[in-house]
């Protein structure tokens, strides 16, 4: 069992939609979450980053941690065309250490 | 913040020829500093990190090698490529003792 599953999509969406992006992992000592959009061609940008279990918002944007289910999740709402990137998720155990990276969804949100 | 540096940002190189890609980091001090390899559909693969000027950490053995000279600059070599070197090298950097990777713009390699 890899250590962080994403469903690498593609995942196409209209205007407007509400978009869930997922990650599932197995190791429970992971206790630091973050979220990455990638363009093409670019490198991966921090849009959300959690500690340990619980709902975090930014704007549009929110973040979710289930550690009880080994389960994580990006909320879009409202989604746009601009958001339409690659999402990877990450985590780690110990603050400072290497990040986990999921393969990334790739999201396509028509206008 | 913190503003990565890498370059070039593009790179064709025929096979057994060197490598040195650099990257450099404005806005932080003492920083965790990352080098990843990302080939298309296989994720971010982490190749070197280094806590310190001169302590490097390999995750992968393959034929390249990491080096930081400076405590903001952070190098990886090769002496001869292979064809598998091909894909988007990103440089990424932490504060000490955090977790909030900011990565640089990458630099994509070409193998022939």
């Known amino acids: 069992q890899k250590e962080v599953e994403q469903d690498p999509g593609p995942l196409s969406v209209p205007e407007g939609a509400i978009v869930s992006l997922n990650c599932t992992y197995s190791?429970?000592?992971?206790?630091?979450f973050m979220w990455y959009r990638q363009y093409s061609r670019k490198g991966p940008e921090l849009l959300m980053y959690?500690?340990?279990?619980g709902n975090k918002e930014d704007g549009r944007f929110t973040a979710q941690v289930d550690k009880s289910s080994k389960y994580i999740s990006l909320f879009i709402r409202d989604s746009q065309p601009s958001d339409s990137a690659t999402y990877l998720c990450a985590m780690s155990a110990r603050a400072g250490t290497a990040l986990i990276f999921g393969k990334g969804t790739t999201l396509s949100v028509s206008s | 913040s913190q503003t990565i540096h890498q370059w070039p940002a593009t790179l064709v190189q025929p096979v057994g020829s060197p490598l040195s890609l650099e990257c450099t980091v404005e806005?932080?001090?003492?920083?965790?500093l990352y080098w990843y390899r990302q080939a298309a559909g296989r994720g971010l693969q982490l190749l070197f990190y280094?806590?310190?000027?001169?302590?490097i950490s390999s995750e992968v053995p393959q034929n390249l090698s990491a080096s930081r000279p400076q405590d903001r600059q952070f190098i990886l070599s090769s002496k001869k490529l292979l064809l598998s070197d091909s894909g988007f090298y990103l440089c990424?950097?932490?504060?000490?003792?955090?977790?909030?990777?900011?990565f640089g713009p990458g630099t994509r390699l070409t193998v022939l």
């Open positions: 959690t500690y340990s279990s």
């Open positions: 280094s806590v310190g000027i001169g302590q």
């Open positions: 806005g932080t001090s003492n920083p965790n």
């Open positions: 990424a950097s932490t504060r000490n003792s955090y977790n909030e990777q900011f």
């Open positions: 190791n429970s000592a992971f206790q630091y």
